[in-house]
């Protein structure tokens, strides 16, 4: 199996196209044109350490959802992270790929992966693509309606995670629900005229908390989990064009947020 196959297969699931400007998913390093795929290692954010992963699994392939080149280069010389990462990619002969705001976009995406762990049904985007299949965020609904307080330990439970941070809310009742993978602030007014319970996201930010109990409970779980499943769809993607290749997610731990 070629690396440019399992390139290929990615931008099928999610096409370039439905990325958003300001970002850079896609081929990030590698010539794969005629190389055959050793392996792939499955993270959220590139590093050295996971270069170092896919050196010793035998991998010659890194796939990761926040893309590593994000911002031109002026020089490679190891100044800092990304481009000491940069350098020893090259020196290994592995292929990065990210697929970033494409994959958020994407109709069975990172945030359909969201839904589906949270057993959402009757799903509609928030902000649908113009012109195109996909869009930025999903709305849909629990299979039962719930207080507060118990969605709110469901959401801990599902999202693997000790603390949420919410808003007061003035609600009683949680069946509607709004989500956006990773910083999805910008749609917490789409997720009001919807009439979402409640809205979920990686990030919110101190002050768009403010002016909102009235209106919807406002989750935020990091950005790092709520993203935590895309890795089971990178799997899923690649186990569909060839079960042989050897495909791993990263051991290590590549969220630079602790919490204790």
């Not at 050295?48 to 896919?54: G, K, L, R, T, Y």
């Not at 930010?205 to 890795?231: C, K, N």
Request: glycine residues 8%.
């Amino acid at each position: 199996m070629k690396i440019r196959q399992i390139i290929s297969a990615l931008e099928d699931f999610a096409p370039l196209a439905l990325q958003d400007g300001f970002d850079n998913a896609g081929l990030q390093i590698g010539l794969p044109q005629d190389v055959d795929a050793t392996g792939v290692l499955l993270c959220l954010d590139v590093t050295e350490a996971v270069i170092d992963e896919a050196v010793g699994r035998g991998c010659n392939m890194v796939v990761s959802h926040h893309p590593l080149l994000f911002h031109p280069l002026k020089s490679i010389s190891g100044k800092d992270y990304v481009e000491r990462v940069v350098i020893k990619a090259i020196q290994h002969g592995i292929t990065l790929y990210a697929a970033h705001t494409n994959l958020d976009n994407a109709p069975g995406g990172v945030n359909h992966k969201m839904a589906e762990k949270l057993q959402l049904t009757d799903l509609k985007w928030l902000e649908p693509k113009v012109g195109m299949e996909g869009g930025s965020g999903l709305i849909g609904m629990l299979p039962t309606t719930m207080t507060p307080q118990a969605f709110i330990q469901m959401v801990k439970n599902i999202f693997r995670i000790e603390t949420v941070r919410y808003n007061e809310w003035a609600g009683q009742q949680v069946r509607r629900v709004a989500l956006c993978g990773g910083a999805g602030a910008f749609l917490i007014s789409k997720a009001i005229e919807n009439d979402a319970d409640a809205f979920i996201t990686g990030e919110i930010g101190y002050h768009r908390f403010f002016g909102h109990e009235e209106e919807l409970l406002m989750m935020e779980v990091g950005h790092f989990e709520s993203e935590q499943y895309t890795l089971e769809l990178f799997r899923e993607i690649i186990n569909k064009l060839d079960t042989r290749i050897p495909v791993f997610d990263t051991q290590l731990r590549t969220n630079p947020i602790f919490c204790n």
